[in-house]
């Protein structure tokens, strides 16, 4: 029962993780664009550059946590544990 818990209470913060990882990077992003649009005038080139600067950089994250994730996984598998 104890096992169980932790291994959703680790599940939880894993997916909370992803997802603040996404809204972090897509909000510095856009606050990036917004900034430099304010300072050159460019309205909303720089924005959307930057935001898609920023969903991508969440997207990778995603990837890097989710890749060590299963590297976690996987080692805990191939240990009999």
Known sequence: ???DKRQLFRSLGFLSGVGI???AASC??????YTLD???GTSPW????WLGFGIASGFRN???LTRRALREQDG???DGT
Not at 28 to 33: A, Q, R, S, T
Not at 46 to 49: D, S, Y
């Open 1 to 3: 029962m104890a096992d």
């Open 62 to 64: 995603i990837f890097i």
């Open 38 to 40: 304010g300072w050159w």
């Open 46 to 49: 720089m924005t959307l550059l």
């Open 28 to 33: 510095i992003g856009l606050f990036i664009g």
């Open 76 to 78: 805990k598998d191939g």
């Open 21 to 23: 990882s996404m809204v």
